[in-house]
């Protein structure tokens, strides 16, 4: 079935370091891609997302690239802020279903 | 524009018991998801409902049921609590279903602690 692997975390940088958080999947068909953040204690926020090759989704510096030849969609950022700190989460919607298939996410500590 | 509303925030069950937690969609759309998030997990899809049916399943026991109300509200009911069902409970939603561009919108979730 279709599935999302994430780097493993946690991720430990330093403010306006560059970011990169790797995600890989495997799907049937051609599906949609996400990256959602989780703040301690909340729920999720999508971050940005992209529905066919090559799309870029970009959203507060953040931008991830829909490679269909690697299957990857990996987040960057190019100067890490504190206030990023949180658990990131690379999902897919494959073909016609309705629901999101995450990975196990990645958490990422930014010191100032 | 309220976004999507979970309650309660927070509770305490003990094994055997049943549970109900309630979900508000974003306005405007018509199409809930309940996800299961284990600590240190990424969310696990439960179902999802439009129409107030149950339209998608995934793996998980008929122990977990829900329901969706004419206004889009929907519950989720589990019976017999395990010690295993300790998760953050979320619950998304979208316009339409089965449209795999549009994003669901998500709530902060109910933490379900089971003793």
């Known amino acids: 079935g279709d599935s999302v692997t994430q780097m493993e975390g946690p991720v430990t940088l330093s403010e306006e370091a560059f970011l990169t958080i790797n995600c890989t999947y495997t799907?049937?068909?051609?599906?949609?891609l996400f990256w959602y953040v989780q703040y301690p204690g909340e729920g999720l926020q999508l971050l940005l997302k992209a529905t066919k090759a090559d799309d870029k989704g970009s959203n507060k510096g953040f931008e991830a690239t829909y490679r269909k030849e690697t299957t990857s969609f990996h987040l960057e950022k190019g100067s890490v802020q504190v206030s990023d700190s949180a658990v990131y989460f690379c999902a897919l919607i494959g073909g016609s279903q309705g629901n999101l298939i995450f990975g196990k996410g990645t958490k990422l500590s930014v010191k100032p | 524009d309220a976004g999507v509303t979970q309650s309660p925030t927070h509770l305490i069950k003990t094994r055997g018991q049943q549970v109900t937690l309630r979900c508000s969609p974003k306005s405007g759309h018509d199409t809930v998801s309940w996800y299961q998030q284990a600590l240190g997990q990424g969310p696990q899809f439960i179902f999802q409902?439009?129409?107030?049916?149950?339209?998608q399943r995934g793996n998980f026991p008929d122990r977990f049921s829900g329901h969706q109300f004419p206004n889009y509200s929907s519950e989720l009911n589990v019976n017999a609590l395990l010690l295993g069902d300790s998760a953050l409970y979320l619950c998304a939603s979208s316009p339409g279903r089965g449209v795999g561009n549009q994003p669901q919108h998500f709530g902060d979730g109910t933490r379900l602690s089971i003793l």
């Open positions: 799907a049937t068909g051609y599906p949609s």
């Open positions: 409902y439009y129409e107030e049916e149950e339209r």
